[in-house]
T-cell receptor, first 109, second 113 residues
Framework: AQRVTQPEKLLSVFKGAPVELKCNYS??????LFWYVQYSRQRLQLLLR??SRESIKGFTADLNKGETSFHLKKPFAQEEDSAMYYC???????????FGKGTRLHILP | NAGVTQTPKFRVLKTGQSMTLLCAQD?????MYWYRQDPGMGLRLIHY???????AKGEVPDGYNVSRLKKQNFLLGLESAAPSQTSVYFC????????????FGQGTRLTVV
């Protein structure tokens, strides 16, 4: 069955420390992976998608098909990074987009 | 250019009442989705549509119905609301032709008492 797993519900990191939010997926077809961010009381917005291979707000993510992972990383956390982060999988077979349960990132001063 | 707009933003229903949530997008996207967001559960796909006149079930479709009579609108209906349907509902749209990401509405907070 297709699924997206984000193992951490909450991640607390000190300002200036590195951040890694984990995402693993299960899908037998050709996956497209995304990271979305939701700041307090706002709508979800795209942070990264694997096909663009960009760095947005200092975040990067690499698709590892061997490990079926798409971990989100940032070398130096900033207070404004505090938010809810969702990993998402778009499946090319049936056009569904499914999400993980999300990780709340809390940056400590 | 409003993007994705959801109506209403808030609603309180009594158990057994019905209501319809409206999602409208002005980006000419083919695909539209309805999700519910619950603490600890993330976003779960209720129903989705890949084009006008077509709908399909997602992960948690029971208790909901949808319709996509016009390309720009995707309606989510609750025929007989239950307290378990208390949630924040998000609509999203995307275009596979233009290979865009999903754009989200601002959410509808629904409480069923």
């Amino acid at each position: 069955a297709q699924r997206v797993t984000q193992p951490e519900k909450l991640l607390s990191v000190f300002k200036g420390a590195p951040v890694e939010l984990k995402c693993n997926y299960s899908y037998s077809g050709s996956p497209e992976l995304f990271w979305y961010v939701q700041y307090s009381r706002q709508r979800l917005q795209l942070l990264l998608r694997h096909i663009s291979r960009e760095s947005i707000k200092g975040f990067t993510a690499d698709l590892n098909k061997g490990e079926t992972s798409f971990h989100l990383k940032k070398p130096f956390a900033q207070e404004e990074d505090s938010a809810m982060y969702y990993c998402a999988l778009r499946m090319n077979r049936d056009d569904k987009i499914i999400f993980g349960k999300g990780t709340r990132l809390h940056i400590l001063p | 250019n409003a993007g994705v707009t959801q109506t209403p933003k808030f609603r309180v229903l009594k158990t057994g009442q019905s209501m319809t949530l409206l999602c409208a997008q002005d980006m000419n996207h083919e695909y539209m989705y309805w999700y519910r967001q619950d603490p600890g559960m993330g976003l779960r796909l209720i129903h989705y549509s890949v084009g006008e006149g077509t709908t399909a079930k997602g992960e948690v479709p029971d208790g909901y119905n949808v319709s996509r009579l016009k390309k720009q609108n995707f309606l989510l209906g609750l025929e007989s609301a239950a307290p378990s349907q208390t949630s924040v509902y998000f609509c999203a749209s995307t275009s596979h032709l233009m290979n865009t990401e999903a754009f989200f509405g601002q959410g509808t907070r629904l409480t069923v008492v």
